[in-house]
C-alpha cells in the first residue's frame, strides 16, 4: 500500500483520478444512508424549492429530492458507463488480440469490419436503435447494452495496433524458443504487458459510453423513468429551468457530469503514465 | 606555447533527484589544441554524453554544470543564455548521437542545413543559399540534388553526412561529434569517418570525439582521454596510449580488445561498472582493478597529474613519481 | 551424422513484382550435428545475415526451397518435432533488455524453458540448475535471480541469456550480434562464454555478425555474405589476414583495428555508386567492384577455390580453379 501511495505521489494525474472516482462511488452507496432513494423519483417532495436546510439540493418541477436524484443517479449514469465500457472492452480485447496476433486473412477480415463499421457515425446508429425502442421503457442496464454497440471498435483497432507491436519483440520470439504455444502466449506474455494499456482503455471506453448516452439523454433517448444525469439535464431542457430561475437544478448535474468525466480522463492520463514505460520516470 | 582553443577545468555535471546525486561528471579536466582531435572514450555510464552536452550548455534541470570551460579563451558556462545560444553552430558545433535522426522527417534537407544559418542572421541574395547549400554538400561528399530531397530518402550513410554538413555551416572553432557512425556499416563508417577527419584537417578545427569504439579512436584521433564513471582515468598521444597504457583500466581496455593474431584469447575485466548515483568515495575503478591498493584506492580519488608531458594519470599507483 | 539444421535452395524475398528485395539468393547450406565449430556469418545491412537466422528459428517462411530440421522441412513437423525443434534449436540475441518481458523477473527467462522442455523435475532441481549455469557465466545468484530486466546492466542479462543456453544444452546455438550492445569490458568476457559453450556442449554454434573484429577473436569459420549471396568462405584467420574476393577485402581494409599502427592506410578499393539494376545474371558485387570485368555482369560466379583449396570465393578472377557446388559449402569447413 504504501508503494502504491509513494507511487501515486510522483503520479498526481493517477491520484486525483482515482481519488474523485472513489469519492462518486462512496457518494452514491452510502449517500443512500441519508437521503430516500424513492424521493428520487417524481411527486415525492414539495416541487420548485430552492436548497434549504430541509432539502439540501433543492427539488425540481416534478417534486424530486434533488440530493436524492443526485445520490441515485451518479450510481446510475456510472452504470450505464461501466456496462458500455465492460462489454466495449471485452470484445475489443478478443477482436485486438486476434486480429493482431494471427495476421493474414483473419487479420484483414476482422479490421475490415472494424474499418467500415467506424466510417458510420456512431451517433446515428445510437439514434437509430434508440429511437426503435422509444416505445419501449428504457432500464439502465438498456441503455449500457445500447451505448456499448459503438463502443467497441476504438478498442479493438487500437488494441490490435499494441499487439502488432508487441508481436514482434524478441521477448516473444525468446517464449516460442522456449517452447510455449500461442495462447499461453497471448495469455502470459503479451495480456501481462498490456494490463495498463487495457486499463486505460477501459477508463476511455467508459468516457466514450458515457457521453454518448448523456448525448441520447438529452434528447429525450434513454431511461426516461430513471433520474440518471444525462435524463436530469433532459428535464432541466424541457421545463426550461434556466428561465424559471431554477439555477440549482440546472447546475448539480452538470457538476457531477463533469466530476465523473474529470475523473475517466485523470486516471486515463496517470495510466497512460504507467502504460507506457518511456514516460515513466525512471529516478 | 599557444594556448589549447579548449580547455575544461574542472567540470562537474551533477543530477540532483530524489534518490540522491547522480555524479554523471565529475571533476573533468582536459585540453585541446587547435586543429587537433581529441578522442574520449568510455562505456555507457561513464559520463561521456553527458560532458558532450555540458560543453553545450544543454543540460536541463534537475542537472547542473559546474566549472569552466574555454573556447578560445571564453568561458562558456559565464555567457548568457543569448550570447550561448549564438555561441552554438558559429563557435562550437555537434554532431549528436543518432544524429541521422535528428533530421526533420518533413523538411527538405536545404532547408534544414539553411535553418541554423538563418537563425543566426546569416543573410543570402537570391540564389546563393542554393550555392551556400550546393557547397556545404560537395564538402561532405554529396551532390547537389540532395539538396531537394526529404530523410527517408536518403540512406543512414548520406542523413550522417548532413548532419556533418548541418555542424560545420558556419566554419565552428570547435567540433563535438558523438559516436557520429555507431549505427553505420563497416565500409560506411570508414568513409564518414574519413570524410570528417578530412574536413576538420582542411578546415583546421578542433575536434572532440566521443565514443566507446577503442577502434575507431585509434584510426582516427590524435590524442586519447579515457573516462570511467564520471572521471578521466588517462590522456594521452594516442599511439602513446596503445603502446604503453599507464592506468590499469585503460590496460585492461586495451587487452580486451580483439588484435589480429590474439585470436582466441579473451581478457574481459571482471565486475560492473558502478552506478553514479550518490557514488562511494574513492577510486570508481577500484572494485575492478587488479592492482588497486588496499586502503588507498578505495577511500582516496586519485588526482589527474602529469606524469610526463603530454601524459596525464589518476592512479595511486604513481602517487611516488615525479 | 545428419544435418542438424539446412537451407535447401532458400530464396527469400520480400515484397512482390520488378522492386522486390531479394533478402536471400537460392541459399543452400547444412550444419552437420557434431560439427563443433563457431562459423560466422557476416555482412552488412541487407545482407541476408538476419534473414538465414529467422528462416533458421522458424519465424520466416522461405519463398523457395525449404529449411530443414533434421531431414524435415520446418513447415511439415508435427507436434512432437516441433518441441523437439524448438529444445535444440536456440539462441541469443542482439538487445539484451528486449528478450525479457518486462513484467517478470529475470528467472523467468530461465524457468519457463526448463519446465516446458522438462529438464528438471521439481522447483529445486531447476532452482539449482539455474544457479549452477549463472555461477558458470560469471554471475552470482544471489544478485541477479528474483530481480526485473530494469534492474540489471546490459551484460548481466546477456550472460544470463548465455546461462539459459548452458541449461537447454541445445544441438545448434545462434548467436545474433550477441556483443554488439554490451560494453568493452564485457564483450571478451561474453565471447569467452559463447567460446566455451561450444568447447564443453560440442555444439555448433552460428555467429551472426557485421563486425569482423569480434568474429575473428571468438569464431573458426567465416562466410561472407552480400545482397543475399555467399561471397567468400574459409577460415576465419585466412579469410581476414588475406582475403581474397574484393567485397571481403574492401570489408576487411575499412576494419578499425585499435591499433595506431594498422591504420586504415589508402583509400579502399571501390567503385562508387549503389548497387544498381544488373539483372538476375550478373555478380551481385559488379558495380561496386575495381576489378569487375566482362563475365561478372553476365552471369553469377561460382565458388572457385582459393588458398590451396580451403577457401572459396565467387568471383571470377578466380576463375579456372577449382570450384566447389553451392550445395557443398559446408563441407569446406569439415574437411
Avoid at chain 1, 142 to 158: C, D, F, N, Q, T
Avoid at chain 3, 208 to 235: F, P, R
Wanted: aromatic residues 8%; charged residues 20%; glycine residues 8%.
Amino acid at each position: 500500500m504504501s508503494g502504491f501511495l509513494s507511487y501515486v505521489r510522483r503520479n498526481p494525474a493517477l491520484g486525483v483520478g482515482i481519488g474523485m472516482l472513489l469519492f462518486l462511488l462512496l457518494f452514491t452507496t452510502l449517500g443512500r444512508l441519508f437521503v430516500n432513494p424513492l424521493h428520487a423519483y417524481p411527486l415525492s417532495v414539495m416541487p420548485t424549492q430552492p436548497p434549504s436546510a430541509q432539502y439540501p439540493f433543492g427539488t425540481d418541477v416534478q417534486g424530486r429530492d434533488l440530493l436524492a436524484v443526485m445520490v441515485v443517479g451518479t450510481g446510475l449514469t456510472l452504470q450505464i458507463g461501466a456496462i458500455a465500457g465492460a462489454i466495449g472492452l471485452s470484445v475489443g480485447i478478443v477482436l485486438g488480440f486476434v486480429a493482431g496476433y494471427s495476421g493474414g486473412v483473419l487479420d484483414t477480415v476482422i479490421t475490415s469490419v472494424i474499418d467500415v463499421y467506424m466510417s458510420i457515425p456512431g451517433f446515428l446508429i445510437l439514434v437509430l436503435i434508440a429511437s426503435i425502442f422509444s416505445k419501449v421503457d428504457l432500464g439502465v442496464t438498456e441503455m449500457g447494452l445500447i451505448v456499448s454497440i459503438v463502443s467497441w471498435a476504438g478498442p479493438a483497432r487500437a488494441i490490435r495496433a499494441q499487439v502488432l507491436s508487441m508481436r514482434e519483440r524478441p521477448f516473444v520470439m525468446m517464449s516460442k524458443l522456449s517452447g510455449m504455444g500461442t495462447f499461453e502466449i497471448i495469455m502470459k506474455e503479451l495480456v501481462p504487458n498490456l494490463a495498463p494499456y487495457l486499463v486505460m482503455s477501459l477508463s476511455q471506453t467508459v468516457y466514450g459510453g458515457l457521453q454518448a448516452s448523456l448525448g441520447l439523454e438529452a434528447l429525450g433517448i434513454g431511461a426516461r423513468r430513471e433520474p440518471t444525469m444525462g435524463m436530469t439535464l433532459y428535464y432541466v431542457q424541457y421545463y426550461s429551468a434556466l428561465m424559471l430561475g431554477m439555477w440549482w437544478w440546472v447546475i448539480e448535474p452538470i457538476i457531477v457530469i463533469v466530476l465523473v468525466l474529470t475523473s475517466l480522463v485523470m486516471t486515463s492520463f496517470g495510466l497512460d503514465e504507467i502504460a507506457n514505460p518511456r514516460r515513466r520516470k525512471t529516478v | 606555447m599557444k594556448q589549447p582553443l579548449v580547455e575544461i577545468k574542472d567540470l562537474k555535471t551533477y543530477f540532483y533527484v530524489k534518490a540522491g546525486t547522480v555524479k554523471a561528471v565529475d571533476g573533468l579536466t582536459l585540453t585541446v589544441e587547435t586543429g587537433t582531435k581529441l578522442g574520449l572514450v568510455g562505456e555507457s555510464g561513464s559520463g561521456k554524453t553527458t560532458m558532450a552536452l555540458a560543453i553545450m550548455r544543454m543540460i536541463r534541470p534537475p542537472g547542473t554544470i559546474q566549472g569552466q570551460i574555454l573556447v578560445d579563451g571564453v568561458d562558456l558556462l559565464k555567457l548568457s543564455e543569448e550570447e550561448m545560444r549564438k555561441a552554438r553552430l558559429s563557435k562550437i558545433a555537434m554532431i549528436p548521437q543518432g544524429a541521422m535522426n535528428s533530421l526533420n522527417p518533413v523538411a527538405r534537407i536545404k532547408d534544414q542545413v539553411l535553418d541554423g544559418m538563418l537563425d543566426h542572421g546569416e543573410k543570402f541574395a537570391r540564389g546563393e543559399e542554393e550555392k551556400r547549400v550546393a557547397y556545404l554538400l560537395d564538402m561532405v561528399g554529396l551532390q547537389a540534388k540532395v539538396a531537394k530531397m526529404f530523410p527517408h530518402e536518403l540512406s543512414g550513410g548520406m542523413k550522417q553526412r548532413v548532419t556533418a554538413a548541418i555542424a560545420l555551416s558556419m566554419h565552428p572553432k570547435v567540433l563535438i561529434a558523438d559516436e557520429p557512425t555507431s549505427a553505420l556499416d563497416v565500409v560506411i563508417q570508414r568513409e564518414v569517418m574519413e570524410m570528417i577527419t578530412r574536413l576538420v584537417n582542411d578546415l583546421n578545427l578542433s575536434m572532440i570525439l566521443i565514443g566507446h569504439d577503442m577502434g575507431l579512436m585509434a584510426q582516427t584521433v590524435d590524442r586519447l582521454a579515457v573516462m570511467y564513471a564520471g572521471h578521466i582515468m588517462e590522456i594521452g598521444d594516442v599511439r602513446d596510449m596503445f603502446a604503453d597504457p599507464l592506468h590499469p583500466y585503460t590496460k585492461a581496455l586495451i587487452n580486451s580488445l580483439p588484435v589480429l593474431g590474439n585470436r582466441g584469447v579473451f581478457h574481459g575485466i571482471p565486475g560492473v561498472p558502478p552506478s553514479v548515483i550518490n557514488p562511494p568515495p574513492g577510486c570508481p575503478f577500484a572494485s575492478r582493478c587488479p592492482d588497486v591498493i588496499a586502503g588507498i584506492c578505495e577511500s582516496q580519488t586519485a588526482p589527474l597529474r602529469e606524469l610526463r608531458p603530454g601524459r596525464w594519470v589518476a592512479c595511486h599507483l604513481y602517487d611516488g613519481e615525479k | 551424422m545428419a544435418p542438424i539444421v539446412e537451407l535447401r535452395n532458400v530464396s527469400k524475398f520480400f515484397g512482390s513484382g520488378p522492386s522486390r528485395t531479394v533478402a536471400l539468393d537460392d541459399m543452400t547450406f547444412s550444419v552437420d550435428e557434431d560439427f563443433a565449430k563457431i562459423v560466422t556469418i557476416a555482412g552488412e545491412s541487407g545482407s541476408g545475415k538476419t534473414t538465414i537466422l529467422m528462416l533458421l528459428l522458424g519465424f520466416y517462411d522461405p519463398s523457395l526451397g525449404s529449411v530443414m530440421y533434421r531431414g524435415k522441412d520446418l513447415r511439415k513437423l508435427d507436434k512432437d518435432d516441433t518441441v523437439d525443434f524448438r529444445r535444440n534449436v536456440q539462441a541469443v540475441f542482439q538487445d539484451p533488455f528486449a528478450v525479457y518481458n518486462p513484467f517478470y523477473k529475470v528467472d523467468n527467462l530461465l524457468s519457463i524453458p526448463i519446465k516446458n522442455f522438462k529438464i528438471a523435475k521439481g522447483k529445486e532441481e531447476s532452482r539449482h540448475l539455474m544457479e549452477t549455469a549463472l555461477t558458470r557465466v560469471g554471475l552470482r545468484p544471489e544478485e541477479t535471480l528474483g530481480r526485473f530486466p530494469h534492474q540489471l546492466s546490459g551484460g548481466q542479462r546477456q550472460r544470463i541469456a548465455v546461462a539459459r543456453a548452458l541449461i537447454l544444452k541445445p544441438k545448434i546455438l545462434l548467436a545474433d550480434e550477441p556483443v554488439s550492445m554490451v560494453d568493452a569490458s564485457l564483450r571478451a568476457t561474453l565471447l569467452k562464454q559463447i567460446r566455451d559453450l561450444n568447447q564443453e556442449l560440442q555444439i555448433p554454434i552460428l555467429y551472426i555478425t557485421h563486425d569482423l573484429t569480434t568474429s575473428y577473436h571468438v569464431s573458426d569459420y567465416i562466410i561472407v555474405l552480400y545482397h543475399g549471396s555467399v561471397m567468400e568462405a574459409g577460415n576465419v584467420e585466412e579469410v581476414i589476414r588475406s582475403p581474397k574476393h574484393p567485397y571481403t577485402k574492401l570489408l576487411v581494409n575499412s576494419i578499425p583495428w585499435p591499433d595506431p599502427n594498422m591504420l586504415w592506410g589508402a583509400t579502399a578499393e571501390e567503385v562508387k555508386g549503389k548497387a544498381a539494376e544488373l539483372g538476375t545474371h550478373a555478380c551481385k558485387f559488379a558495380n561496386r567492384c575495381p576489378h569487375a570485368f566482362e563475365p561478372c555482369v553476365k552471369e553469377q560466379p561460382d565458388l572457385f577455390r582459393t588458398n590451396k583449396g580451403t577457401q572459396v570465393a565467387a568471383c571470377f578472377l578466380f576463375q579456372g580453379s577449382e570450384t566447389l557446388a553451392k550445395d557443398k559449402l559446408g563441407t569446406l569447413f569439415t574437411k
